[in-house]
């Protein structure tokens, strides 16, 4: 029996829907975290490369890259706590 047939058993059992939106909302928060992660080593890799082009507009680069990571941290908090509400439900 496979993972996923595991999963999506049909029952009428009010617990298999419950452990069903657990599973909803750590796999949202994982992919939150994740998304968050590759978005934040993108602004990295660009800002490391802008700054080895044009070395005098360091500050300026980074100031934007602080800021622009920040918002994207906050997107993923949000998402993240919306997965751990869904799992609490």
């Given at each position: 029996?496979?993972?996923?047939?595991?999963?999506?058993?049909?029952?009428?059992?009010?617990?298999?829907?419950?452990s069903?939106?657990?599973?909803?909302?750590?796999?949202?928060?994982?992919?939150?975290?994740?998304?968050?992660?590759?978005?934040?080593?993108?602004?990295?890799?660009g800002?490391?490369?802008?700054?080895?082009?044009?070395?005098?507009?360091?500050?300026?680069?980074?100031?934007?890259?602080?800021?622009?990571?920040?918002?994207?941290?906050?997107?993923?908090?949000?998402?993240?706590?919306?997965?751990?509400?869904?799992?609490?439900?």
């Open positions: 029996m496979s993972l996923m047939t595991i999963f999506l058993q049909v029952t009428n059992d009010a617990a298999a829907n419950f069903m939106s657990h599973l909803g909302g750590a796999i949202g928060a994982g992919l939150a975290a994740i998304g968050a992660g590759i978005g934040i080593g993108q602004i990295g890799r800002a490391v490369e802008s700054i080895a082009r044009q070395p005098e507009a360091a500050n300026d680069i980074r100031a934007n890259m602080i800021l622009t990571a920040a918002f994207v941290e906050g997107v993923a908090l949000f998402a993240v706590i919306a997965g751990i509400l869904a799992v609490l439900k």
